[in-house]
């Protein structure tokens, strides 16, 4: 099935690009999935290559308090009594053609899950693509003082592999699913390979999260192999951390939790990562718990 709700704007030329998807929604938390995707649409000055129409794929008018429909419907902009904007929601991808590399920035569709799917796969097949990533973040508990959990989950056993050398944590999941899922149902029908890449993040942090965003790019340009300096973004972590730190200063409940997160993240990355060294130490006489 090809969708007739796929636009192809562009042929730039490809060989066997890897593709990489960023949603707004169900994991999108500190805005990991589509702030990495519009930093590096930026910083490869990547340009649009195609778009896929919204229409049939989201629900607008949700009954309900007008708080809860507000979330679903259309953006507009009003001045003077003038309507300057009517927004619904943008799926467009976009390309870089030195890193080889095809980046979507959409939002999550409400219905017709199959035939999104089917306009995300059309352009694989254009392409020549084979290779899908997914970048993604969830809630957790994790301090924002230290780096997050990594998660992967793959496609295809044969792939694997390749993610372990990252010391990445496989997925262990049972619940509601998303669009990512469905995709990975349907990749290998299709001939393709994927991967998601998402990181576990402070749960107690509100909006934009440009460490975190920081630290899931620098693992994907690793694996991808894509040569981008990550300097700039790094200062404005560390920055928003700063800023974080002044705030949590303030509340001594809230610094008292993030202190016990802290020990339990520590504790964690201890036995898994440094387990021989913990080992000798204890043979030394020397206990950390």
């Not at 030195?98 to 920035?105: K, S, W």
Request: proline share 4%; with cysteine; glycine share 8%.
């Amino acid at each position: 099935m090809r969708s007739g709700k796929l636009k192809i704007l562009a042929r730039p030329k490809l060989d066997s690009p890897r593709v990489l998807l960023g949603f707004s929604g169900w994991m999108d938390g500190g805005d990991v999935s589509t702030g990495s995707i519009k930093w590096l649409i930026d910083k490869l000055g990547a340009e649009k290559i195609a778009e896929i129409n919204p229409e049939g794929f989201y629900i607008y008018n949700l009954p309900g308090s007008m708080e809860i429909s507000a979330l679903f419907r259309p953006h507009t902009k009003i001045k003077a009594g003038f309507i300057k904007s009517y927004q619904t929601p943008e799926n467009v991808f976009f390309c870089n053609e030195e890193n080889n590399l095809i980046m979507f920035l959409g939002k999550e569709p409400n219905l017709a899950w199959q035939e999104f799917a089917e306009c995300i796969f059309s352009v694989c097949e254009q392409f020549g693509a084979r290779e899908i990533y997914f970048i993604g973040s969830v809630a957790g508990l994790v301090p924002h003082t230290r780096g997050p959990r990594m998660f992967c989950s793959v496609s295809d056993a044969n792939i694997k592999a390749g993610f372990e050398k990252y010391q990445v944590k496989f997925t262990q999941y049972e619940g509601p699913s998303s669009i990512i899922t469905y995709l990975f149902t349907q990749a290998g029908e299709k001939g393709l390979s994927m991967a998601s890449l998402v990181a576990e993040i402070p749960a107690y942090v509100q909006g934009y999260n440009p460490k975190c965003i920081e630290t899931v790019l620098r693992w994907v340009c690793s694996i991808l192999g894509l040569q981008v300096h990550l300097d700039e973004l790094r200062s404005v972590g560390d920055e928003f951390e700063k800023r974080l730190a002044e705030v949590v200063e303030k509340q001594p409940e809230l610094a008292g939790s993030i202190q016990k997160l802290e020990e339990d993240y520590d504790n964690e990355i201890f036995d898994s990562e440094m387990g021989d060294l913990k080992k000798w130490l204890e043979q030394q006489g020397i206990r950390l718990d």
